[in-house]
């Protein structure tokens, strides 16, 4: 390794940029047109941005960039360029002194002045092709969230948020939301055997709902772990009690989508992954203007996949794209539309499988099992459609109209099973259930944001007007049908999987739930001083609801109101915070078990942590803990909830060399163990994750390692028994897997990714059913290559 500095001193401070290049040996870039995106700011930060980008040597005496700023840059430029356009109008130009050689000196020469002492100070970055290696982590001072009921940067919001990039999960090939979740801190998977289906909670209750661009986007029950993460640039996870910016009062977490923007810059990306379960994926994303109008720009994504799942024989097809259209008729005026679909086919699945215990001990036998016969599977369909119409008012005032259409249909064919295997003999019965579900949600939300002084504070505002249609619908079949598979001992084959699809209908039974929700909410942030900010959130909801179904008909109107309170300090470089909730959660019921009824419970939460910098801004550390309790509502309810309370903690660290994100959650509930209430909201008593990634272009230039780990601590279990009389208590062995990934760079915008996952082929657990008190194991070890190429 070879480091070069150049060195001026002047009577002020000498700064001294020494560029490191590790196995370096690509040609020189400066005289090549590279994508040069600079941000507006100081100029010292700005040269340095050119240098790394070019992987130049560009030095400059301190005192001549001191109070000087450049303007924001976004073009294809050479190196010189970039240096020209970023010292434009600052009075200072560039000499080149050697091949890769650049130092920063006056337009006119600096009059004698008396010396003072010389203060070297020595800076370190990397050439941008390791830069780039690495997925950038959102800044939470810069990236904002309206969880809080307003618009604020996410340190500053009262609430423990988490802005996940995609992108740096493609390299581990977990490319669907569901896996995204499983490594985001504090949220854990539960399956569901009446639907096959993935679910995920948070602090003891289900995820519900997921929104995109904070419009409903579905409901828990579906299987939105299987959507595609290609669509989107960040995951937004607030976890808390927030029945603010979503019609319900969630006491659990929300997860808001942020769909991938339009540009007008033209931009193409392809890959293409095959692997031993992924038989292939292929996406496409391309993004520009549209008809050579700058007014106009567009964005297209498409998505292609047929893999395995965690079992043998399975074979799961997917179908998918996002097209956004971004046109700005004037100044003051923007409207933006776009749509994603996608259809998913799944044939002999078994994301589900039991746990052979009649003694109630693990399973222990391969990964790989398929428990379930051929006749096995479903297929659903998602989509999502929005408008969005944005208007400035006045320089401190906007309005928006928005309005979203969701739909979700799933038909599953699921094994209904008469109870545990038999671990001696290694077999099982089981019956058949035909479920179809439908999901519908739309909105129209209407906006006024602006800005004005209360008593010479400043104060935002923001009111909005929506309503909201939800309709769920569910057939369950309850089908003539009993059969039995064997396992065989030590391999745990099924050796009688081609079994007779069920046709007959025994019994059916009917759900059909439409509810609508008016809500008025007026939110506030207020800066009480330099560093303390008050925000406040107040909401006010007109409910009907209609439930049709083969167990209960009912019509019934409510009103409720929501109340958020958040108040943040600055202390440093630290922001402290508490909050506190109370909020309505009507959704108590579950589709999928057909008592979707009416239920509403009213939460009070509250919460305080602190969000801190570090490592000069380059490292991000989060502590929080948190309690919530049931309150009355209008009367009492059937069942009582579990008090929950707990403690979260998340480091983040970003570097030229580092990425890093750990985190570790602890949660504790106050009810006993034999109520059904914990049955139903069942939790790991902790939760661990970590992702790691750094360049090695030490060994291979333009390479990249990273290593995933997701893990949770042992539980203890209360699950019902079949006979419907007490408990079975199930102890879940404690359980963790390692992904890992290898990346190289191969140049002109091509790059290889070797992706590994559960890389020591563990038995890792990943989830307990609700309804039956099966387990679902995840993967044995997979590989996968991707090929991705930039044009």
């Not at 100070?121 to 941008?128: D, K, Y």
């Not at 006979?723 to 140049?747: D, E, F, I, K, T």
């Amino acid at each position: 390794m070879t480091s070069e500095c150049i060195c001026g001193i002047s009577h002020a401070v000498l700064l001294l940029n020494v560029v490191l290049t590790a196995a370096y040996a690509s040609p020189p870039q400066h005289a090549v047109q590279q994508q040069y995106t600079i941000a507006a700011g100081e100029m010292a930060g700005c040269i340095n941005e050119v240098a790394r980008t070019g992987s130049v040597f560009v030095a400059a005496d301190s005192s001549l960039t001191a109070g000087k700023y450049c303007q924001q840059l976004s073009e294809l430029l050479t190196t010189e360029q970039a240096l020209s356009r970023v010292l434009a109008d600052s009075g200072l130009h560039y000499q080149q002194i050697g091949e890769r050689h650049f130092v920063i000196k006056p337009l006119a020469v600096l009059s004698a002045a008396a010396k003072s002492p010389t203060e070297i100070v020595v800076s370190f970055s990397l050439p941008e092709r390791q830069a780039t290696a690495l997925a950038a982590k959102p800044d939470w001072q810069q990236t904002t969230s309206q969880s809080s009921g307003i618009r604020q940067t996410v340190k500053q919001t009262p609430q423990t948020i988490s802005m996940l990039n995609t992108a740096a999960f493609q390299p581990f090939n977990q490319t669907d939301l569901g896996e995204v979740l499983r490594s985001s801190a504090g949220i854990y998977s539960t399956a569901n055997s009446f639907t096959g289906n993935r679910e995920f909670r948070a602090r003891g209750q289900l995820l519900n709902p997921f929104m995109i661009d904070n419009q409903p986007f579905a409901d828990a029950n579906f299987a939105v772990s299987d959507l595609d993460i290609v669509y989107f640039d960040l995951l937004e996870i607030n976890r808390g009690s927030n029945g603010i910016v979503q019609d319900n009062g969630i006491n659990s977490a929300s997860v808001n989508l942020r769909p991938k923007e339009a540009g007008n810059t033209v931009a193409r990306q392809g890959s293409l992954s095959l692997g031993d379960q992924l038989k292939y994926r292929i996406s496409a994303d391309i993004t520009g203007a549209v008809l050579n109008r700058q007014d106009l720009s567009g964005r297209a994504v498409v998505v292609a996949q047929r893999q395995q799942d965690a079992a043998d024989y399975s074979d799961n097809s997917r179908y998918g794209a996002l097209a956004r259209l971004s046109w700005q008729p004037g100044a003051a005026s923007q409207i933006e539309l776009y749509h994603i679909a996608q259809a998913d086919r799944q044939q002999q699945r078994s994301k589900i499988r039991p746990l052979l215990y009649a003694d109630l001990t693990h399973y222990d036998g391969p990964l790989s099992t398929n428990f379930w016969p051929v006749w096995a599977g479903a297929q659903q369909n998602m989509s999502f459609s929005r408008l969005i119409a944005r208007q400035q008012l006045a320089s401190q005032w906007q309005s928006s109209l928005h309005i979203s259409r969701a739909s979700q249909q799933q038909t599953a064919l699921v094994p209904d099973v008469f109870g545990y295997p038999d671990r001696q003999t290694l077999s099982l019965s089981f019956g058949a259930l035909d479920n179809s579900f439908e999901f519908a949600a739309d909105k129209v939300a209407l906006t006024l944001d602006g800005a004005m002084l209360l008593a010479d504070l400043p104060l935002d505002v923001s009111i909005t007007a929506s309503r909201a249609w939800h309709q769920n619908y569910q057939l369950l079949q309850l089908m003539d049908y009993q059969a039995t598979t064997v396992l065989q001992p030590h391999s745990f084959t099924a050796l009688n999987r081609n079994q007779a699809r069920p046709t007959a209908v025994a019994d059916s039974f009917v759900n059909d739930s439409h509810y609508q929700i008016s809500g008025l909410k007026l939110a506030g942030k207020i800066a009480l001083t330099d560093s303390t900010l008050l925000s406040a959130s107040l909401r006010r909801n007109h409910s009907r609801y209609n439930n049709k179904g083969s167990f209960a008909t009912d019509t019934e109107r409510t009103q409720y109101t929501n109340l958020y309170f958040g108040l943040s300090q600055a202390i440093g470089t630290a922001q402290w915070y508490v909050s506190y909730a109370n909020t309505v959660d009507f959704r108590q019921g579950y589709l999928s078990m057909l008592d979707l009824v009416v239920s509403p419970v009213r939460f009070a939460s509250w919460e305080t942590g602190i969000k801190a910098d570090f490592w000069q801004q380059r490292g991000q550390f989060t502590v929080s803990a948190y309690r919530s309790e049931q309150r009355n509502y209008v009367q009492l309810v059937a069942e009582s909830f579990p008090a929950q309370s707990g403690w979260e903690v998340a480091l983040a660290y970003q570097s030229h060399w580092l990425q890093l994100d750990a985190s570790y959650s602890r949660s504790f509930s106050a009810a006993s163990p034999d109520t059904v209430a914990q049955r139903q909201f069942q939790f790991p008593d902790s939760l661990y994750r970590l992702m790691l990634s750094t360049p090695l272009d030490t060994l291979i230039a333009g390479s990249t390692l990273g290593i995933a780990v997701e893990g949770e601590t042992r539980q203890h279990y209360q699950l019902p028994a079949f006979s419907r009389r007490q408990p079975v208590a199930v102890s879940q062995p404690a359980s963790w897997r390692l992904n890992s990934y290898y990346r190289v760079a191969a140049g002109h915008g091509r790059v290889f990714t070797l992706s590994i996952k559960n890389l020591l082929d563990k038995a890792y657990f990943d989830g307990v059913d609700m309804n039956r008190g099966w387990a679902a194991y995840g993967a044995p070890r997979h590989f996968s290559l991707t090929f991705e190429q930039q044009f």
